[in-house]
């Protein structure tokens, strides 16, 4: 059973975020290898493989704390520009990663005339993929928009149609899309995805391909994200197909089966709202532990046989604060994720202005 919490220490050559499990710079790991004269054999999923993707975490929770709500950026390791993976908040994480040392290799005299924080906003967010229009993914970017520069938003049709008639409508906030009612200021592209199609992702050099989910009366998705016969899994808010009468996360797990059996699935972020001890009928489209573990019962079952899911790194997104006093809900869940693991997945809970690599 693997469970990692994602710690601030740092590798000396690159600055970069490890896991506290044990874990080498990959310098460190050529180095030791060639000095042994040994040829190093890792796992399927290991965390010592090369890296395909960066994973900087915006915002980490669902809901209530307005500074720390669902956001993360994923960038090709080769490329230095970042599709955002929703926008619940932006500017916040953005210092918040600064703080922790993600982007060294952006300095004052990189980013000037601009700040650092508003380089990586201006300059290095190329796009946006918005899984579903709730306030929590997209009000980072809505609060933003004023001060962003020209982007493009990669979204379904239900999603545009929201951020264009009940967001960017000149009531509730002037018109930066180009589309929809009055002056249109142009700032964003707005790009409506089609369901199982693949599309090109800005400048980013990613290319994605979304899948429906559901999320109690409202339409989400999932994007899976590919780069060079790599492919990463950022899910929008789901609950489990038994609650939502659904069959959208079982078609999911047979596509992603397919990436597991070719050795392309690097991770996947995916949602966990509630412990345990919250009712089914009070889960509103949300997943607990248990209802994890049981739909990556299915991953599993289509990937093979043994254990095909073994180190496979699964990012814990969207865990709710509660208001209770002694209640860490955060440790609850990590908990019961880990009581319940036989498959071998690395559990990961990233905090705000982690940076990782898979």
């Not at 395909?52 to 500074?67: I, K, N, R, T, W």
């Not at 009612?181 to 089609?194: D, E, F, I």
């Not at 609950?239 to 079982?250: A, F, I, T, V």
């Amino acid at each position: 059973m693997f469970l990692t919490y994602i710690s601030t220490k740092f590798c000396v050559s690159t600055k970069t975020h490890v896991l506290t499990k044990p874990m080498l710079c990959a310098n460190q790991i050529t180095h030791m290898a060639l000095n042994a004269g040994l040829i190093l054999s890792f796992s399927l999923y290991s965390s010592l493989a090369t890296a395909g993707f960066e994973v900087v975490a915006l915002g980490v929770d669902g809901g209530v704390s307005d500074g720390n709500l669902t956001s993360y950026l994923i960038r090709d390791d080769s490329q230095p520009v970042y599709l955002a993976l929703d926008a619940g908040s932006v500017l916040p994480g953005i210092a918040k990663a600064l703080e922790k040392g993600a982007f060294p290799e952006i300095t004052d005299e990189t980013a000037a005339p601009l700040t650092r924080q508003g380089y990586i906003f201006r300059q290095r967010i190329n796009s946006y993929f918005l899984s579903h229009a709730h306030l929590d993914h997209v009000s980072g970017l809505i609060i933003g928009s004023p001060q962003d520069s020209k982007k493009t938003i990669y979204a379904s049709a239900d999603t545009i149609d929201v951020l264009r008639n009940y967001y960017f409508n000149w009531r509730v906030w002037p018109n930066f899309t180009d589309s929809g009612s009055g002056t249109r200021l142009g700032t964003y592209r707005m790009q409506m995805v089609r369901p199982n199609q693949p599309l090109s992702l800005g400048l980013t050099r990613l290319t994605g391909e979304m899948y429906p989910l559901s999320h109690d009366k409202s339409p989400s998705s999932m994007l899976l994200i590919s780069s060079n016969n790599q492919s990463f899994a950022y899910f929008g808010d789901t609950g489990p197909d038994e609650m939502e009468k659904s069959k959208n996360l079982d078609t999911v797990w047979r596509n992603l089966a397919e990436k597991v059996k070719q050795q392309q699935l690097k991770g996947m972020i995916i949602e966990v709202s509630f412990p345990n001890d919250v009712a089914d009928n009070q889960l509103y489209g949300h997943m607990t532990p248990k209802w994890l573990l049981k739909e990556l019962k299915n991953l599993e079952k289509y990937s093979g046989e043994g254990q095909p899911l073994k180190g496979l790194p699964v990012v814990i997104s969207h865990i709710k604060p509660s208001f209770q006093q002694g209640q860490d809900v955060r440790k609850t869940i990590a908990a019961e994720l880990q009581q319940g693991n036989d498959m071998g997945v690395d559990f990961i809970l990233m905090e705000q202005g982690d940076s990782q690599r898979f």
